[in-house]
């Protein structure tokens, strides 16, 4: 049983930063694919970004490319989204999840996700 504890959210002014930490226990974090997901009340849970087992392989939604940067730290058993020039359009709620497949290149999919974290609630103010 893996769980996932996601933290980091908050209110941002556009332009702004946030960096999103999730935090894993129960299981061998080091051997799990991880991705970042979001959500808000009116659209389904779209993909945001992914990283390999290894943290060399990583994959990001094109809304986000060169904005968002996903991480880990192995040592730590977390995977971290650092958000820079925030905007409206981000607000969500950001769920982290592992894919334990070790599928490369990690999956866009959440279907290949198979823990997932309570969420994060990310709020951007135009």
């Known amino acids: 049983q893996v769980q996932l504890v996601e933290s980091g959210g908050g209110l941002v002014q556009a332009g702004g930063s946030l960096r999103l930490s999730c935090a894993a226990s129960?299981?061998?974090?080091?051997?799990?694919?991880m991705g970042w997901f979001r959500q808000t009340p009116d659209k389904e849970r779209a993909f945001v970004a992914a990283?390999?087992?290894?943290?060399?392989?990583?994959r990001y939604a094109e809304s986000v490319k060169g904005r968002f940067t996903i991480s880990r730290d192995n040592a730590k058993n977390t995977v971290y989204l650092q958000m820079n020039r925030l905007k409206p359009e981000d607000a969500a709620v950001y769920y982290c999840?592992?894919?334990?497949?070790?599928?490369?290149?990690?999956?866009?999919?959440?279907?290949?996700?198979?823990?997932w974290g309570q969420g994060t609630q990310v709020t951007v103010s135009s």
């Open positions: 999840a592992t894919d334990r497949t070790l599928r490369m290149p990690p999956s866009q999919s959440g279907a290949d996700y198979d823990y």
């Open positions: 129960g299981g061998t974090f080091s051997m799990y694919n």
């Open positions: 990283i390999g087992w290894m943290g060399s392989s990583t």
